[in-house]
């Protein structure tokens, strides 16, 4: 995986919780933007401290913390 060197994880920063660049922006807040059919552009005009490149990682983030998931379902 490149390197997430936008992500930062501070305990006395949004309760610890992954924020980028360690603002007071969290990765969650991103994602659920994502998630509700907001695009890039919309999370970037919202938060215009932002660029392309925060929310990329952001995605790649949560792509990595989902693949570390392993859930076995019943059949």
Do not use: H
Request: hydrophobic content about 40%; overall charge negative.
């Amino acid at each position: 995986m490149n390197k997430l060197n936008r992500i930062t994880i501070k305990p006395d920063l949004c309760l610890g919780q992954p924020t980028i660049r360690g603002m007071r922006i969290t990765v969650s807040v991103i994602l659920k933007m994502l998630g509700s059919g907001k695009s890039i552009e919309d999370v970037i005009e919202a938060y215009p401290e932002l660029d392309t490149e925060d929310v990329r990682q952001a995605i790649q983030y949560a792509a990595w913390l989902a693949s570390d998931q392993i859930q076995a379902f019943p059949n």
